[in-house]
């Protein structure tokens, strides 16, 4: 049976590892490979690097960290950050990343998704979809998608967006409330119910993890296949294996088998 | 400790950095010092390399025609597989090369080394969702030297797959694993000194890096 995924999530800032609080104040702790070995021994499901300010910085960077965490762990990595075009794909898919995010660039050129999908294959290409709420009380939910870190709105409804990236060919959804992001206050359900019932494709609940309740809500009430968190594992409230035993009390699938990394 | 040459072949599929790194790990704690991983693209190491292995990422017709590319690799992989009968794995859409076809976006020939057609995967539950992309237990339709030693089933080890698509082999006992998404999936196959895992033994911690070391081992 295939089972729910927890996937830690890096923010990652000048090849460091940062979390910021609605990406503002960031906080830092620690090198990232170092991370990445350590999430790799307890069991995490995958592992995600978002490149938070690699659309303004510089990329040498990152494509290091990528490839020395790809030597030290054999566990899947999505890359997401600054992803402007196929090259960019390229450059990190060969530094060693599994998946590839693109966020921004897939806003402004939906057609980048199928290009890089018929390409590399759509296994490989993961649409990042950050979004607010922008429905006032007692109207129908609505979202919209932001960019830049949540700051810019596009007008882009959320839902037919998904939709649209999935029919170009990404292979996964990795859906972020950013009115959420870093409150710890759970994730926006009702945001990834509508685009996990919208499309065939795998969708990732992001944005909000307070506590592990909020992952089992993520897969039992939003339809997510996998569950992205950053936060309560980065500082130790939750580890992996706590969250992994609370999924699977809840009657969540969980792989139980993966502590101990890949020491055979 | 006999010494081995282990050619990865190198066709342009993506990033391979974490397949040598996996078959590199596998060997030193199987004890196989001998063992030597070499990543290539030349068609003279891969003839005369004592195991091949074929990895895939991405869609079919592209990484047929990336194979293709490479003079002589298609010719060279014939002639050590069933020339001189040399142990081979194909991983992914290194395995799904195997079929006699794929049916991804268009009709591609394979290497029809396992007769069959590599199809959509078609779950009976319209709410799985596709790709097939995570952690999934293995059964087992028959044994195998390759997962000797490896728990299996609901509470074995778990297996990393990522895939749209599926090798439905045309004789049934070239099957040896099957995933169940909906429906069974086949996860493996094998005949002779030839091999195929749908899933990434590379990135499959314990029972993948179990796995290579069994290939290593394999004396079909």
Sequence with gaps: ?264 | MTSQTVAIIDYGSGNLHSAVKAFERAAREAGLDGTRIRLTADPEVVAAADRIVLPGVGAYADCRAGLDAVPGMVEAMERAVHGAGRPFLGICVGMQLLATRGLEYVETPGLGWIPGDVGPIRPSDPALKIPHMGWNTLYPVRSHALFAGIPVGEGGLHAYFVHSYALDPARPDDAVMRAEYGGPVTAAVARDNVAGTQFHPEKSQRLGLALIANFLHWRP
Excluded at chain 1, 213 to 230: F, H, P, R, T
Aim: charged share 25%; aromatic share 4%; hydrophobic share 45%.
């Design chain 1, 1 to 264: 049976m295939l089972k729910t995924r927890i996937i830690p999530c890096l923010d990652v800032k000048d090849g460091r590892v940062v979390k910021g609080v609605r990406f503002e104040a960031l906080r830092d702790a620690g090198d990232p490979v170092e991370a990445a070995k350590a999430y790799d021994a307890a069991g995490a499901d995958e592992l995600c690097f978002l490149d938070i300010t690699a659309s303004r910085e510089a990329r040498g960077t990152l494509l290091d960290v990528v490839s020395r965490t790809a030597e030290a762990c054999f566990m899947p990595l999505t890359v997401g950050g600054g992803v402007r075009g196929v090259e960019d794909v390229r450059a990190l898919l060969l530094a060693g990343a599994d998946k590839v995010a693109i966020n921004t660039a897939a806003v402004k050129d939906p057609d980048l998704v199928a290009r890089a999908a018929e390409k590399f294959g759509a296994q490989c290409i993961v649409v990042a979809i950050d979004a607010k709420r922008v429905s006032g009380p007692g109207e129908p939910a609505r979202w919209e998608i932001f960019t830049h870190g949540g700051r810019d709105p596009t007008g882009t409804d959320a839902v037919a967006f998904a939709r649209l990236v999935a029919e170009k060919g990404a292979g996964e959804l990795l859906v972020t409330s950013m009115d959420r992001d870093g409150t710890r206050s759970g994730y926006d359900l009702g945001l990834t119910r509508a685009i996990s019932d919208a499309v065939a494709v795998p969708v990732i609940a992001s944005g909000g993890v307070g506590g592990l309740d909020d992952l089992v809500a993520g897969v039992a009430e939003g339809g997510a296949s996998a569950v992205l968190a950053a936060s309560i594992f980065h500082f130790g409230q939750a580890s992996i294996a706590q969250a992994k035993a609370h999924m699977a009390e809840a009657g969540l699938a969980m792989r139980l088998d993966g502590a101990g990394g890949a020491r055979a």
